[in-house]
């Protein structure tokens, strides 16, 4: 194997890895973003039950327990508490996804099962972390063939001369 051949397939492996990693990384901080925004409803939510239970205490409430308004934050407390333990088993599948795909790699001794030999860049593509910009129109370049001619042209051309 060439030296080319060498550094090619470092090259190649060297992205799957990188790719795999960034793929791992950006679909756990997604969630992790989603469950600060799950964090902070239920801060807000334990805010209101607060001066719900405060404001009832005040007027000397012996039914707070049984008030619809404590029931219902209540329960979107707990819906919420459901959401936040649902995007952490999302993250530990993740991880867990990602954990037996590089100990299935390692296993196999190489990355080749998962090297793309042909990368395909898929703008917007679920996998992708390659933007495409579209290509620039390229514009046609004058005949640069013969000088004579080109001067010659110039020397009839009626804007040029005035």
Do not use: C, H
């Not at 060439?2 to 990693?21: A, G, P």
């Not at 807000?44 to 619809?68: H, M, T, V, W, Y």
């Not at 993250?91 to 196999?108: C, E, G, P, V």
């Not at 990368?119 to 579209?134: F, K, Q, R, T, W």
């Amino acid at each position: 194997m060439s030296l080319f051949d060498e550094v090619k397939k470092n090259l190649m492996e060297w992205y799957t890895v990188s790719s795999d990693k960034t793929t791992e990384v950006a679909r756990i901080t997604t969630r992790r973003y989603d469950k600060f925004g799950i964090s902070r409803d239920i801060e807000r939510q334990f805010g209101e039950l607060g001066s719900l239970i405060f404001n009832g205490i005040k007027e000397d409430r012996q039914d707070l327990l049984a008030d619809p308004a404590v029931l219902t934050l209540l329960e979107r407390i707990r819906g919420l508490e459901d959401e936040l333990k649902v995007k952490n088993e999302e993250i530990d599948n993740i991880q867990q996804d990602f954990k037996q795909r590089r100990a299935r790699t390692a296993a196999a001794g190489t990355v080749s099962e998962t090297v793309i030999t042909q990368p395909v860049l898929d703008e917007g593509g679920e996998e992708s972390a390659i933007l495409v910009e579209p290509a620039a129109e390229e514009v046609a370049e004058p005949n640069t063939g013969d000088v004579d001619s080109q001067e010659k042209a110039e020397e009839i051309d009626p804007e040029k001369e005035g």
